[in-house]
Nanobody, 127 residues
Framework: QVQLVESGGGLVQAGGSLSLSCAGSGRTFSSGYMGWFRQAPGKERAFVGASSWSGRRTYYADSVKGRFTISSDNAKNTMYLQMNSLKPEDTAIYYC????????????????????WGQGTQVTVSS
């Protein structure tokens, strides 16, 4: 069984920062890749970023490139999403997800590319 639990969401002013954590169990971070998605009210779940467990391949949506950074800590079996220079349009429920497949042959930008999902954590950015 693979379980993912997000934490770190909250309310922040525009221009501020938040760091989200995704703690995994099982072999979640031993192979494959991890991704972050977000879903705003009335919209589909959208890709934010993804990274292979090795860290050799990392990808970001254009909307967050240069502001968000994905990292991981193998000892803690945890993935992080550092969010800087936050904007009101970043407001959404943020989800982490994982897959055990190689990232290069997977549709990592789509929700279909992931097998396991966390419960989500709310991020609200005020203007």
């Amino acid at each position: 069984q693979v379980q993912l639990v997000e934490s770190g969401g909250g309310l922040v002013q525009a221009g501020g920062s938040l760091s989200l954590s995704c703690a995994g169990s099982g072999r979640t971070f031993s192979s494959g890749y991890m991704g972050w998605f977000r879903q705003a009210p009335g919209k589909e779940r959208a890709f934010v970023g993804a990274s292979s467990w090795s860290g050799r391949r990392t990808y970001y949506a254009d909307s967050v490139k240069g502001r968000f950074t994905i990292s991981s800590d193998n000892a803690k079996n945890t993935m992080y999403l550092q969010m800087n220079s936050l904007k009101p349009e970043d407001t959404a429920i943020y989800y982490c997800a994982s897959s055990r497949a190689p990232i290069d042959i997977s549709d990592y930008e789509s929700v279909r590319g992931y097998n396991y999902w966390g419960q989500g954590t709310q991020v609200t950015v005020s203007s």
